[in-house]
């Protein structure tokens, strides 16, 4: 996987919030070797007003951070504009990592990690912002889903449940479409990675899990199902 395969990587910024300088520096180093431009913020606070200042395209976003947890800075920074943000974590509980998906999150790495994987999922974000203003465009508009009690409108990237309006993040929205698209067609962790998330890295496969966990909860548990052995499958009936 190379930068030129997401078109020009020295047009594109990546903010680093992270406050141990020596992993914050080697991950710079690394995207600065891809073609990215690279700014750091060491602490939360600063992590919020760097993004504001800069507009990154993505962000590489630690759990723990001084002044402002990694939680409430990718909240913030959600709320300003969506930007694609990768979590890093030391902690590697189910209830952290459901909710850092909760605040916007669309990807995390549990640390230890390695910085050639970091850099293939930094790839696949913008590669998903990349097709999804190509997709976004009038000409191909795709028209609203109504599948059992969930009704999807690509068009507004808008989710109701039982005619409720449900707020879903980003990653969240994708992975439902894609299920919605072929209701009752199962789909392995892998299908789901390379088709959703846009790469193909074995160790992604519990950001799936834990994604199809975060949509049960907002979408109900009858919504997604689990194939033992294979993967998922968005039921296609109530």
Known sequence: MTSASIGSP?????????????????IAARLRSEGYAVEIAANGP??????AELQPDAVVLDLMLPGLDGL?????????RAVPVLMLTARDSEQDLLVGLSVGADDYMTKPFSSRELVARVHALLRRVDRARAEG????????ILVAHIGIDPATRRVSRDGESVHL????FDLVL????????????????????GYSITSGVRTVDSHIR??????????????????YALEDAA
Not at 10 to 26: F, G, N, P, Q, Y
Not at 46 to 51: D, E, I, L, P, T
Not at 72 to 80: G, K, P, Y
């Open 137 to 144: 465009g009038p000409a191909k508009a795709r028209q609203p």
């Open 72 to 80: 409430e800075v990718c909240e913030r920074i959600q709320a300003d």
């Open 46 to 51: 600063a992590g919020v007003s760097r993004c």
């Open 169 to 172: 993040t980003p990653t969240e």
């Open 10 to 26: 020295s047009a594109r910024t990546i903010l680093v919030i992270e406050d141990e300088s020596a992993i914050a520096d080697a």
């Open 178 to 197: 894609f299920l919605a698209e072929s209701p009752g067609a199962v789909y392995t962790r892998e299908d789901l990675l390379e088709q959703v998330w």
């Open 214 to 231: 975060a949509l049960r909860r907002k979408l109900g548990n009858d919504v997604i199902r689990t194939v033992h052995g294979v993967g």
